[in-house]
T-cell receptor, first 110, second 115 residues
């Protein structure tokens, strides 16, 4: 158990809908990272927050947004969902050291 | 542009054998190279990591070899066991120790260890 929690574990929704994925980092970790894992693209970095501020952006679509709250948990919002957004979404956390990953949220867009 | 190239895509090894997975990187700014192990339905778990100031790091049956001039690094799993069957990802990052920088991952290697 990495200490990073993610909810929900599974999410099934329809095209055009909006969903929110939640991540709680390990106790004391200030950085939260979001990654998308798909069969064709592998593990791709989406966005990083550090202590509530956006730190870095990767291959994140404009339809996607994230935020980190004062209690350091983070949410990834995915809107206008398309079939191609079906993937595993992982968050990871760190505190000036290695990144530890959560168990992921499997998103299925029908 | 694939900044970290990993091979092979899949690997089958007999129990007790040596598993070797290779990675090559392009960005010379990378200075932290972790390996992650992922079982089906689970998140990637940090296995072992190396910085470019050393050429080899060993932790139990797992060894990373690093060749800075060739921009290559590899994972060796000695005495491979069926429980090692998983997908292995190499990764690279700026920032010593992966400190607050994104990870760039290879495509992964599916390792199967036959009993």
């Amino acid at each position: 158990d990495s200490g990073v929690t993610q909810t929900p574990k599974h999410l099934i929704t329809a095209t055009g809908q909006r969903v929110t994925l939640r991540c709680s980092p390990r106790s004391g970790d200030l950085s939260v990272y979001w990654y998308q894992q798909s069969l064709d693209q592998g593990l791709q970095f989406l966005i990083q927050y550090y202590n509530g501020e956006e730190r870095a952006k990767g291959n994140i679509l404009e339809r996607f947004s994230a935020q980190q709250f004062p209690d350091l948990h983070s949410e990834l919002n995915l809107s206008s969902l398309e079939l191609g957004d079906s993937a595993l979404y992982f968050c990871a956390s760190s505190n000036s050291g290695p990144q530890y990953f959560g168990p992921g949220t499997r998103l299925t867009v029908l | 542009q694939q900044q970290v190239k990993q091979s092979p895509q899949s690997l089958i090894v007999q129990k007790g054998g040596i598993s070797i997975i290779n990675c090559a990187y392009e960005n010379t700014a990378f200075d932290y190279f972790p390996w992650y192990q992922q079982f089906p339905g689970k998140g990637p778990a940090l296995l072992i990591a190396i910085r470019p100031d050393v050429s080899e790091k060993k932790e139990g049956r797992f060894t990373i070899s690093f060749n800075k001039s060739a921009k290559q690094f590899s994972l060796h799993i000695m005495d491979s066991q069926p429980g090692d069957s998983a997908t292995y990802f190499c990764a690279a990052s700026r920032g010593s120790g992966g400190s607050n920088y994104k990870l760039t991952f290879g495509k992964g290697t599916l390792l199967t260890v036959n009993p």
